[in-house]
């Protein structure tokens, strides 16, 4: 039969052998002579054999327990490991991650500070990331293959799922360079005319006639929703021309002269020859905001210091 050896007993050994005396290790441990003298004897019976040779003056290996102290060393130092490694795995120290996001939100700079920061607080996690539409993420966390996911909006159904907002950001028209309503960008030079409008501003209503290149739905239906309600409250339906599967290729379509296009703001950091970006201002329903989702009730340690690491960096923005 095996023995049933309890791991103090192997703890009590180990001083007993490194102090070579009973007294000595008594004291390094905590407790009493007898009661350790005891406990020895109860090792001894469990295994069978004799670990010390008693002498007058101390207590010497026999070499049965030469060859225990070297076992019960790497025992209890693989214990601790262990310990040590689930611990580091509930805090999120250690294990993997799995984080989702689409288009929009991985051009977001609040995404890759997220990264950088749980990076820096956990760089034994094995981190990897998927870009795909939010119907497919919100599947992917579902189905367990994901275990946190930056979206603008859930599709459909979001049973199952906590969606925490993160940020919100306001939404700009793009417009090419040359577009009569882009004159007040232009005057202020090419480079702002690229990367930003200032104070720059229209109403979204000025924009009823033009045709307007937008992302594919099923890309962003959070973002296209959010985009025909706005337009509808200003009085028309956006005659919508042209569709991309991405927003970088809506840019690029806007660049090209072929229409305008709503976008985030966050975007206007996207460097497009050829774009310029201004403000709306009339159309405050016009909000991109950013979530972060995941499975109710289940969170691994990993994800849960990716999610603590996102609220602390969106409070520090509000903040700002």
């Known amino acids: 039969m095996s023995p049933n050896i309890d791991l103090r007993l192997l703890r009590y050994f180990i001083a007993v052998a490194e102090e070579g005396h009973l007294t000595k290790a008594a004291l390094r441990i905590g407790i009493q002579q ?3 003298s005891q406990q020895i004897r109860v090792l001894e019976k469990e295994l069978g054999v004799t670990l010390f040779n008693r002498l007058p003056r101390g207590m010497e290996l026999t070499e049965s327990g030469v ?6 060393r790497a025992i209890l130092a693989q214990l601790e490991s262990t310990v040590a490694g689930v611990r580091r795995i509930a805090a999120g120290k250690m294990g993997r991650i799995a984080v989702g996001f689409t288009e929009s939100a991985s051009l977001h700079p609040f995404v890759h500070s997220v990264i950088r920061a ?4 956990a760089p034994d996690v094995a981190l990897k ?4 539409n939010t119907h ?4 992917a966390l579902r189905q367990k293959r994901l275990d946190l996911a930056f979206v603008r909006s859930p599709v459909g159904d979001a049973t199952g799922l906590t969606m925490e907002t993160m940020l919100v950001e ?15 960008v232009r005057k202020n030079g090419g480079k702002g005319a690229r990367k930003g409008g200032g104070n720059n501003g229209i109403a979204l209503a000025s924009l009823a006639e033009e045709s307007f290149i937008m992302t594919r739905r099923p890309s962003g239906p959070g973002l296209y929703d959010t985009i025909i309600a706005a337009c509808h409250a200003a009085g028309f339906s956006p005659r919508v021309m042209q569709e991309s599967s991405k927003n970088l290729s809506t840019l690029s379509l806007v660049a090209a002269g072929l229409g305008v296009s709503v976008i985030p703001a966050s975007l206007t950091r996207v460097n497009a020859e050829g774009i310029a970006y201004l403000k709306l ?10 979530h972060l989702a995941y499975r109710e009730g289940e969170i691994s340690g990993a994800a849960a210091l990716m ?5 602390k960096l969106g409070a520090q923005q509000k903040r700002h």
């Open 67 to 72: 060859a225990l102290l070297a076992d019960a």
């Open 170 to 184: 306001e939404m700009v028209a793009a417009l090419p360079v040359d577009h009569p309503l882009a004159a007040g």
């Open 136 to 139: 497919e993420l919100v599947e």
């Open 307 to 311: 999610r603590e690491e996102a609220i």
């Open 34 to 36: 007898p009661p350790l």
């Open 281 to 290: 201002s009339d159309a405050p329903e016009l909000k991109a905001p950013l």
């Open 129 to 132: 990331v998927e870009e795909t």
């Open 118 to 121: 749980f990076r820096a607080a």
